[in-house]
């Protein structure tokens, strides 16, 4: 079983900061891409930033120079720092984890339970 935890969500003023950690545990072998997504209310999920296992970065544009991913490959951990916050930052965050569990398996798309943002004008 894999398992995507998720914390350091809140309550927080426009310009101010969180950080969000997620640690993948359980049986795994591998990780490939993890990102982070965001869901607003009455809206889809969308992609707020992903990271490789090599480091490479991808952005919405919406958050571009305000948010950074981050990851510790050895604690199958993935962070994502938010600075400048604004209001339309306001939404639940998943994580997303590309996880291949044995060596005999093929990669799986794993989310966490959702952690909540809101931001307060």
């Known amino acids: 079983q894999v398992q995507l935890v998720e914390s350091g969500g809140g309550l927080v003023q426009a310009g101010g900061s969180l950080r969000l950690s997620c640690a993948a545990s359980?049986?795994?072998?591998?990780?490939?891409?993890m990102g982070w997504y965001r869901q607003a209310p009455g809206k889809q999920r969308d992609l707020v930033a992903t990271i490789t296992t090599r480091g490479t970065t991808n952005y919405a544009d919406s958050v571009k120079g305000r948010f950074t991913i981050s990851r510790d490959n050895a604690k199958n951990t993935v962070y994502l720092q938010m600075n400048s916050l604004k209001p339309e930052d306001t939404a639940v965050y998943y994580c997303?984890?590309?996880?291949?569990?044995?060596?005999?398996?093929?990669?799986?798309?794993?989310w966490g339970q959702g952690t909540q943002v809101t931001v307060s004008p």
């Open positions: 359980g049986n795994i072998f591998s990780i490939n891409t």
């Open positions: 997303n984890a590309d996880i291949i569990r044995t060596i005999a398996t093929a990669p799986y798309d794993y």
